[in-house]
């Protein structure tokens, strides 16, 4: 056998080989598969300066149920995160200032994940997603040219007093986050039907039930994203937008020409201004507005001012 005939029957015999291996339909050893882990669920929880306690076995697998479903629907989870070190700074003050617990802030977190431009199809809108006639009660403008639902400090002054009327009615937290989902009026119904005084203790609709839990599971994150999988760095967060305030107390024609004429485009001023609705503001009534106008060095990730609201947000 020649040298041609030898390097042809060991060609065979390697094409042979290689056709039986891809037959076989074993995995190759380069398979790997993510890990998966359940997260530890604690004893005890403290949620608006009241300790709960969980060793009671629907409490704990309710909270395990939502904790794991916000791990592991991980996306909107990470843009709270990131919004939050823009908007906490600007709106917990608002909550201490109204006496409405810290923790109440995560209401707001699980509501829009933190877009103040969130709307849902049940016509709630902005941070706290107020329907229109919710809004209006607690003292917003809600109309074609102006809905300050889109308004982060008065949206969250307008949930402080809403958040407010609710404890003076339950005296606890858990039904005031319960009735934000539910109403005060559903929840104040079912607390005198069911004969408790708290919302853990009521037996209420999946989506209602859930919410207050979905608040825990939250906080739990928010205190310690890096024990649940979130590795973030300080540079990752989204930034504070400094910004100088321009009133206006007579109507604007175009908003787009107001734009211009105060050395912004008319996208920067709706973006930084949400509660804008229109392109123009008749204001036969004279109110007066505040109009926000970023600095121009915050609109670049190269020349804005950086800063960490929570140093356990960040591995760096």
Sequence with gaps: MNLQSIILALSLIILSTTAINGADNTPSSSTVF????SPDIPSSIKFADKTID???????????????????????????????????????????????????????????????????SAKAAGLWQFIPSTAKQYGLEVNEYVDERYHPEKATA????????????????????ASYNGGMGRITKELSAQGVSSAYDLYLVDETARYIYRLLSMKLIMENPAKYG?????????????????????????WQTWALDHDINY????????????KSLPNKTGKTYEVKIPLKEDLNRSTQQKSVYNKNWVID
Excluded at 34 to 37: A, G
Excluded at 158 to 177: D, F, I
Excluded at 270 to 275: D, G, L, Q, T
């Design 34 to 37: 993510s890990r998966v882990e």
């Design 54 to 120: 969980l060793d009671r076995t629907d409490m704990y697998e309710r909270l395990d149920r939502e904790l794991t479903s916000m791990i592991y629907t991980h996306g909107n989870t990470l843009l709270v995160l990131k919004r939050a070190n823009r908007y906490f700074p600007e709106l917990v003050p608002i909550l201490k200032k109204n006496g409405v617990p810290e923790d109440m802030i995560y209401l707001a977190c699980i509501e829009s994940t933190l877009n103040p431009r969130a709307y849902s």
């Design 158 to 177: 307008a949930a402080c007093r809403y958040l407010k009327s609710a404890y003076s009615k339950y005296g606890n937290w858990e039904s005031v986050a």
């Design 230 to 254: 979130f590795r973030l760095s300080s540079d990752q967060l989204y930034q504070p937008i400094r910004t100088k305030t321009v009133t206006v107390n007579v109507p604007v024609e175009d």
């Design 267 to 278: 996208m920067i001023l709706r973006e930084y201004n949400p509660w804008i609705r229109a």
